[in-house]
């Protein structure tokens, strides 16, 4: 093993095995992980196993800097009770930590809030943390509510879950919020997406801290991509909800059943005996698209179905679906999906399929 110090930066490089590791020599660093609910386990206990391992591979090469991780709670009972009754006895809650902090991570948000304002304490607690007393402010999945809440990432470009990406916007319009990314980083403000995005976001704090090398260890030790690819938008609908009354609601089946067809506004106005002008005004109204871009989305709505479900080619889905042959479909799913037909039939099919276990499946179903 040899050692590289530079005195000026207090960084330093090991080598050995051919990684290579840089970090600070001198102190723990101090993570926090605010578990908001325990619905989801994987909401704080994954970011803290991507630290906890990091910690297993810097003692492995005998360095110090390494993360003292701490799950505490916003509420005083320093419970937390799991969405399978798991209940869960921190040694703290977060108003009882007064110290800096050099990673501060806020796992989901309590959207049912108790009439006492039980949380009120730990808002009032997390408004008071800035740059000048923790270094790195981070969210997961929901948890960029109770940021924006406590008013830490106005103006700060941010993400969440997919399925909350209007509810964000709407409750906080100042927020520039894009959920195609699993996280991004503004400044000292981290933001994730869904629940599993908290691993990918701890996993680039690594890398920020130590290095790539040992961050790749440790997503390899936990059998996860250091860089996961794709986009979140890869797992929401492209459709929102709409009221059942409403004309996308009348028109879905009819459209499924044509979408090999041309589906011009004349064509689907026809359908519902209004005029074209008529109904493109009214559609907009409900739905906030122009029918083009309902049609098109349902194309691809179904598109996924049969790229995940059957071994249909992707030039046979295509013509399925009216999305004008191999190349448009490609071309389509790029614009909205962030990825190739191709790459989400080898992300998102079947499961046990892709394992070999499908026939045994089917046999024991």
């Known amino acids: 093993m040899s050692f590289e110090t530079t005195k000026s930066t207090g960084k330093f490089v090991v080598m050995k095995d051919e990684v290579f590791i840089s970090g600070n020599m001198n102190q723990k660093k101090k993570v926090v992980i605010v578990a908001m609910t325990g619905r989801m386990l994987i909401d704080f206990a994954g970011p803290s196993d991507v630290f906890t391992t990091t910690n297993i591979f810097l003692k492995e090469y005998g360095l110090n800097g390494e993360y003292d991780v701490q799950i505490v709670t916003p509420t005083v009972d320093k419970m937390v009770t799991s969405g399978a009754g798991m209940k869960i006895l921190c040694d703290v809650s977060a108003m009882d930590i007064k110290s800096s902090i050099d990673t501060l991570i806020i796992c989901n948000y ?40 406590a008013g830490l990432i106005n103006n700060r470009k941010v993400t969440t879950h997919w ?44 890398e920020e801290d130590f290095g790539k090398e040992l961050a790749l260890k440790v997503a390899r030790e936990l059998v996860v991509y250091l860089y996961r690819p794709g986009y979140q938008s890869q797992f929401g609908s492209l459709l929102p909800s709409y009221n059942n009354s409403g004309l996308s609601q009348k028109l879905g ?16 106005a026809d359908h519902l005996n209004i005029s074209p002008r008529n109904f493109t005004r009214v559609f907009h109204k409900q739905t906030g698209m122009p029918p083009a871009k309902f049609v098109e989305k349902v194309r691809v709505e179904q598109a996924r179905k049969f790229l995940e479900d059957t071994d249909n080619s992707l030039e046979n889905i295509a013509e399925l679906c009216g999305l004008g042959g191999l190349s448009s479909m490609r071309r389509t799913f790029l614009r909205l999906l962030m990825t190739t037909p191709s790459d989400y039939r080898r992300t998102f099919r079947t499961s046990l399929k892709d394992a070999g276990l499908g026939k045994l499946h089917l046999l024991n179903g």
Not at 188 to 198: D, F, N, P
Not at 254 to 268: A, F, G, N, Q
């Open 253 to 268: 089946n009819w459209v499924l059943e044509h979408l090999h067809e041309t589906l011009d506004v004349r064509r689907i």
């Open 163 to 206: 399925n909350l990406n209007e509810k964000l916007k709407h409750n906080y319009p100042q927020l520039n919020v894009d959920t195609n990314f699993f996280f991004t980083k503004d400044g000292y403000i981290y933001t994730s997406g869904g629940v599993s995005s908290g691993v990918d976001m701890a996993l680039a704090m690594v």
């Open 110 to 149: 309590e959207f049912q809030e108790s009439p006492s304002d039980l949380f009120q304490p730990f808002y009032t607690w997390l408004a008071k943390r800035t740059e000048k007393n923790t270094r790195r402010i981070a969210s997961v999945c929901a948890g960029t509510f109770a940021l924006a809440k």
